[in-house]
């Protein structure tokens, strides 16, 4: 099993930053990608942001030039800085990690998502 903790979620006012974390832990052999998700209330779970274990990265075009995905490998775990934050990136953000739990057996697996609220 694996589980993924999410931290650094809250109100924050417009204009203002967040930093997500994300880390995994228990039984993992090898993480893959890890990705952002969020979904705001009566909208559709969408992709925010995604990093391949490579450091590849791709964002959202709401999100370009204001949030950053980035990885320690090292600690299991991803982050995602959000900067100049607006009222509608206010939504549950959810990490995602494709994981390898043992050198053939690969899952995919979820955290429990935080709230980000951004108002003033």
């Known amino acids: 099993q694996v589980q993924l903790v999410e931290s650094g979620g809250g109100l924050v006012q417009p204009g203002g930053s967040l930093r997500l974390s994300c880390a995994a832990s228990g039984s993992i052999f090898t993480i893959y990608d890890m990705a952002w998700y969020r979904q705001a209330p009566g909208k559709q779970r969408e992709l925010v942001s995604a990093i391949t274990n490579g450091g590849g990265t791709n964002y959202a075009d709401s999100v370009k030039g204001r949030f950053t995905i980035s990885r320690d490998n090292a600690k299991n775990t991803v982050y995602l800085q959000m900067n100049s934050l607006k009222r509608e990136d206010t939504a549950v953000y959810y990490c995602?990690?494709?994981?390898?739990?043992?050198?053939?057996?690969?899952?995919?697996?979820w955290g429990q998502g935080t709230q980000v609220t951004v108002s003033s």
């Open positions: 995602n990690a494709h994981v390898a739990i043992t050198l053939i057996q690969r899952r995919d697996y």
